[in-house]
């Protein structure tokens, strides 16, 4: 930043103008992208340089110009500058009494600008300006960076609303406009009203302080409802479309790097195959060689016939306890057989008990998901009482101003009486006592100016509550926003947690699916591979055979509780078909449960918040109520020394007009 100051001193300089101290001093402490020059009576040739600055700087975000009186040619010098501006984002010119010129200047901003995205103009004097107003409404419509718009007390006329609904019925981008205490009255409300069906994109309108019915208050906030609705439904559609292709780019990235695993099993297998038919060939060679040798040894062996022979009764012998060896071997296979049957049942109990369990388990996570459906229902209805209760103590406090009201205009037409009591009462002693006269009325008319400025104070003290009433009642307004959107966000995430669930049940089918299919084929090339393995694979085949006579005879008992436990008998099956994999989903369920547990956890969590945010809300409350009574409390004070003041006044020109010495002449005239 002392780069910019540095530039700033140099084209004031050129331009033959001194530079501003206070502006020195503000950029000297100027933190970084926001320069602050509120309450600053800019010069001209201020301006000046700091649109030519403002051409070319590239680091200020926020440009607050607030109160600087700035003068009709400094105003469009530095919106001029600020037209090919790439990097400012807000622009504050709050009470800077911007008339015709200043509003033709914004028209051209917001025609060439493209990077402002908040624009305050509180307090200034646009709306008088018919045609230079229009510029600026036109210049809107087809603007598509601005997002917030503060138009605050610069008396728009009906007129003027007719011009920014029409602006309106043609921006697509903003997001907040605020025209409280102009002049908008009934027309202009009943245009902002009808324009509203083709913006979607407005959700916050602020008419407070325009003489605007209550129906037409009321269809602004239901339009601005419903935009709001729409666009958080919009965000969640597209939150929940970004999840979703995440989800399926990661099934789509899993997919594929199942089947380069399989394609690399496949290779390897296909490797391992070639390895052994060239091994095979090898051997089948060296065969071939031995049997060449052993033709050659044919002869030498006959001579060793005789010995084969009495070897061979011996081998008998041996072939004999072999014999019994392999019957031994028959019975510990049978054996085998029997314990490897009963394993399997026990297997069968132990996969039956844990289904159970799975079950039991997920009927007390159905009931805690519905127990906290409830709990955020109460939540709901306590969100709903104290709307009630806000809307009871808005009628309480319209109630309270039009007895204000009432009581002011009671005591005007008391003062009236009794300035006609003294009067008439002072027209018979005129000839008499002029001097006393005259020094009466000059009392009479103090007092006058006193109860006139006791009737402003209280004015003054009305309006300002009103103030607070609408400040009150938007920031309800907001809280009740926050806490739906809140609700929203939970209630989408709890959906958002479901369908998570249901995807990764879906994978976990998928991946049960491919595995059981790579098993397969695994199975097939080593059956073709494996001649050697036949014990193996009719044992295979007679378990095979075994599941699916206990498979037929679960469905004959689940077709008869099909109507009660359609789910459990799907589980049970897709269990007994999976037995060889029960151990990876009873990791996946785990690690399911730990999900629904962290679930259960970050669900506790929010619905702390939501307490501590009603808790605090409900302490909001009860101290804005005792505002409330402590402002009824003064109030009533007020009037009480007002009446008694009234009434001292009463009885004391009452008493100087009986204690004159001229009363008793009075009677005689």
């Not at 002392?2 to 402490?29: I, W």
Request: charged share 30%; aromatic share 2%.
């Amino acid at each position: 930043m002392e780069e910019f100051r540095h530039s700033y001193r140099r084209l004031c300089k050129e331009s033959g103008a001194e530079p501003q101290e206070t502006v020195l001093q503000q950029l000297q402490e100027l933190p970084r992208g926001r320069l602050d020059l509120a309450t600053q009576s800019l010069t001209v040739d201020t301006c000046r340089a700091l649109g030519k600055l403002l051409q070319k700087e590239a680091l200020l975000t926020e440009l607050i110009l607030s109160d600087c009186m700035l003068s009709e040619e400094g105003a469009t010098l530095l919106l001029q500058g600020l037209c090919t501006n790439t990097v400012v984002r807000f622009l504050d010119l709050k009470g800077n009494n911007l008339q015709a010129a200043g509003a033709e200047a914004l028209g051209q901003l917001l025609r060439q600008n493209k990077s402002i995205q908040s624009l305050t103009l509180e307090w200034n004097n646009l709306g008088p300006w018919e045609d230079a107003f229009a510029a600026f409404c036109g210049a809107l419509a087809s603007n598509g960076a601005l997002q917030q718009l503060d138009l605050r007390n610069n008396q728009i006329s009906h007129k003027g609303a007719e011009e920014l609904a029409l602006a309106l019925t043609r921006n697509t981008h903003l997001q907040q406009l605020d025209l409280r205490w102009n002049s908008v009255g009934l027309l202009g409300g009943r245009a902002l009203v009808n324009c509203l069906p083709r913006n979607r994109t407005l959700w916050r309108l602020e008419l407070a302080g325009n003489n605007v019915p209550g129906d037409i208050l009321r269809a602004v906030e239901q339009a601005m409802d419903h935009n709001q609705e729409r666009q958080t439904t919009s965000r969640e559609n597209r939150a929940r479309t970004h999840v979703l292709s995440k989800e399926v780019q990661h099934l789509q990235e899993e997919k594929s790097r199942q089947f380069l695993d399989l394609m690399e099993t496949i290779d390897k297998q296909r490797k391992e195959m070639a390895r052994s038919s060239r091994a095979s060939a090898a051997c089948v060679g060296q065969l071939q060689e031995a049997l060449n040798e052993r033709h050659s040894i044919i002869n030498a062996l006959k001579a060793k016939l005789q010995m084969a022979e009495a070897a061979l009764a011996l081998s008998e012998q041996k072939a004999q306890g072999l014999g019994e060896l392999l019957a031994t071997a028959e019975q510990e296979q049978r054996s085998l057989a029997q314990r490897q049957a009963k394993e399997h049942r026990l297997e069968q109990q132990e996969a039956a008990e844990r289904e159970s369990k799975l079950l039991r388990d997920l009927s007390a996570a159905n009931e805690k998901h519905l127990l906290l459906r409830n709990q955020v229902d109460e939540l709901e209805r306590k969100v709903r009482a104290q709307q009630e209760q806000l809307f009871l103590a808005r009628q309480e406090l319209t109630n309270t101003a039009a007895e204000l009201k009432i009581r002011a205009v009671q005591a005007e037409e008391r003062l009236e009486l009794e300035k006609k009591r003294s009067r008439q009462s002072l027209e018979d002693v005129e000839q008499l006592r002029a001097k006393e006269v005259e020094h009466v009325t000059r009392h009479l008319e103090e007092s006058e100016r006193a109860m006139q400025e006791r009737v402003q104070r209280l004015e003054a003290s009305r309006l300002s509550l009103e103030e607070e009433l609408s400040r009150v009642k938007a920031a309800a307004l907001s809280e009740r926003g926050q806490a739906e959107e809140e609700l929203i966000k939970a209630k989408n995430q709890v959906r958002l947690e479901e369908q998570r669930l249901a995807h990764l049940e879906e994978k976990l089918r998928l991946l049960a699916q491919a595995r059981d299919e790579a098993q397969s084929a695994c199975l097939q090339q080593r059956q073709t591979v494996a001649d050697a393995q036949a014990r193996a694979s009719q044992l295979s085949l007679q378990v095979e055979g075994l599941r699916r006579r206990l498979e037929e005879l679960q469905q004959e008992l689940s077709n008869k509780d099909q109507e009660k436990v359609a789910e459990v008998t799907r589980v049970r099956v897709e269990l007994r078909e999976q037995n060889g994999r029960l151990q990876a989903e009873l990791t996946a369920q785990e690690a399911l449960r730990e999900k629904v547990a962290a679930l259960e956890r970050q669900l506790k969590v929010m619905a702390g918040d939501h307490r501590e945010a009603l808790l605090d809300r409900e302490s909001e409350n009860a101290s804005l109520r005792e505002k409330l009574r402590l402002k009824e409390a003064e109030i009533a004070r007020i009037r009480e020394e007002e009446a008694q003041r009234a009434s001292f006044l009463q009885n004391a020109v009452l008493a100087y007009v009986q204690g004159s010495p001229l009363r008793a002449l009075s009677p005689q005239k």
